[in-house]
């Protein structure tokens, strides 16, 4: 199967800046679509971002759009989350998610899920 490790969480201050990574192993060549989600308590699991094998398509949430940006590297393979001018609403917990083929738009039902890394912005 598919492992999924996030890494690089922590706490910064509102307008610094943060680089998620998610090492994936197992079955890595089967992984079309890499994404990023983010929670926090009481709250539903948000999409952040999503990018396909070749890199050059992606999407993100609008309120993520110019500030955040999705990577991903196949040789190793990990996907980044570069986050920029982060504020005090950034803060959750994040993961990143794995699907073996293309996803539509707003279809977030990911087959492979890592376990999180917590991401806080003070203010």
């Known amino acids: 199967q598919v492992q999924l490790i996030e890494s690089g969480g922590g706490l910064v201050q509102a307008g610094g800046s943060l680089r998620l990574s998610c090492a994936a192993s197992?079955?890595?060549?089967?992984?079309?679509?890499l994404g990023w989600f983010r929670q926090t308590p009481g709250k539903e699991r948000e999409f952040v971002a999503q990018i396909t094998w070749s890199g050059g398509s992606t999407y993100y949430a609008d309120s993520v759009k110019g500030r955040f940006t999705i990577s991903r590297d196949n040789a190793k393979p990990t996907t980044y989350l570069q986050m920029d001018v982060l504020s005090p609403e950034d803060t959750a917990v994040y993961y990143c998610?794995?699907?073996?083929?293309?996803?539509?738009?707003?279809?977030?039902?990911?087959?492979?899920w890592g376990q999180g890394t917590q991401v806080t912005v003070s203010s």
């Open positions: 197992g079955r890595t060549f089967t992984l079309y679509t």
């Open positions: 998610a794995a699907h073996p083929w293309k996803l539509r738009i707003g279809q977030y039902d990911y087959a492979y």
